[in-house]
Each structure stands twice: as C-alpha cells, then as structure tokens.
C-alpha cells in the first residue's frame, strides 16, 4: 500500500522569508498529487495538483509555487511568506483513474509570525 | 469545476444517537464516486465511506450509511449509534474531470455521553 512522508509536522516562520514543504510517496508510481490548505477549523482549499512529473495546476492565485520534480516528489514553496500563508498543509495522492479516493499525509502546521 | 456545499457547520448528537450530515455537489462529469472523510483532532484525514454515482444502492459501512440522490445531487451521511470517537470534522469530497479533488467546507460533529 501506499504511503505518503511529509515534513517537517509543525513549522514557525518569520514573514519575509522562503518556504520548503517536501512530500514524497512510495508504494506507487505516477500518482496524481495535491497540496491543500486548511485555514483553523476551516475546509481543504485545493492549491495545486499534479498527473505527472513537471505538470503543475494552480488552483488559486497566491503567494505560493509548486514543483514536481520527481514521480513521488511534490513540493510547495515560496519566495517571501505572509502571515496569511499560515495554516496546516495537506499532501494527498490520488491511484490512477480519477475516481479513486484520496490518501493524505500527516499534515504540516505552519505559522508565520 | 465542481463544487460541494455543506450547508450546516456544527452538528451535536447524543451518544448513541443517529445524526445525518448534509452535503450537495456540482459536477459536469458522468461517471463519480462521492467521498466522506473523517478528520479526527489528530488532523489524520480518514476515508469514512465512498459512493459510486452510477449505483442506485446507498453504500453502507457499519455504522455509516449514506443517502445518495443523484437527481438532486445530494450525498447525505448518516451515523447510526454514534460514539465518542465519532467526534470530528467531516468532510465531503467530489473528484472532477481534470484530476482535481473538491472538499466541502466540512461539518464539526459533536458527540454527548
């Protein structure tokens, strides 16, 4: 079965400065990939996904990038953080046809002060 | 793209109780599953229960059972007997026709012993 690493599980930065979020898989090859935020007790905002190494969709203009530079490497990044990019950061995958469920990491809590 | 509405924020049920969390969808695609997923305090997304569209039959797994009404696009998820453990936020998933994944705002299930 699958398994999806993400880290670091809790992160505090100062405004200003750069983000690295990594999440790896094993257990599968060429999985559909996603990052969601979660705003405190709020829902998964979809960030960016992607079917395949260097193909990447944004969903939603923002502050932050995304890069696949591996099949089972999938990060999120940023130049400058602001206090609003704080919240808990999901990793997901998706098997091969497009109605399979999704499979989550264990989340990355970041703030930024 | 699709949405997926959950229309009420905070449920209570009493232990051993059955409570239905509500949630409709928007989809230009034919063939669907449907997803509800559990999001315990720990943060760990868990997969409650899935729905395949072109199926007539509610899916049911123990406890959980869902009332799937396609026409309306209506994806209901009922709890029958319900435990302290079932306390959490959940959530109601729509996969789309590009590989994306949709989430409802979610719904924070209380449960009193």
């Known amino acids: 079965s699958q398994t999806i690493h993400q880290w670091p599980a809790t992160l505090v930065q100062p405004v200003g400065s750069p983000l690295s979020l990594e999440c790896t898989v094993e257990?599968?090859?060429?999985?559909?990939l996603y990052w969601y935020r979660q705003a405190a007790g709020r829902g998964l905002q979809l960030l960016f996904y992607s079917v395949g190494i260097g193909q990447i969709s944004s969903e939603v203009p923002q502050n932050l990038s995304a890069s696949r530079p591996q099949d089972r490497q999938f990060i999120l990044s940023s130049k400058k953080l602001l206090l609003s990019d704080s919240g808990f950061y999901l990793c997901?995958?998706?098997?091969?046809?497009?109605?399979?469920?999704?499979?989550f990491g264990q989340g990355t809590r970041l703030t930024v002060v | 793209a699709q949405t997926v509405t959950q229309s009420q924020p905070e449920m209570s049920v009493q232990e051993a109780e059955t409570v239905t969390l509500s949630c409709t969808y928007d989809?230009?695609?034919?063939?669907?599953?449907l997803f509800w997923y559990k999001q315990p305090p720990s943060r760990q997304m868990i997969l409650v229960i899935r729905?395949?569209?072109?199926?007539?039959q509610n899916a049911t797994e123990n406890r959980f059972s869902v009332n799937f009404q396609k026409a309306a696009k209506s994806f209901s998820l009922k709890i029958s007997d319900s435990q302290l453990g079932d306390a959490a936020m959940y959530f109601c998933a729509c996969p789309g026709g590009n590989n994306d994944m949709r989430f409802g705002a979610g719904t924070r299930l209380t449960v009193k012993p």
């Open positions: 989809t230009s695609e034919s063939d669907y599953y």
């Open positions: 729905q395949e569209a072109y199926k007539q």
């Open positions: 997901a995958l998706r098997r091969g046809p497009k109605n399979t469920e999704a499979f």
């Open positions: 257990g599968t090859s060429n999985p559909n």
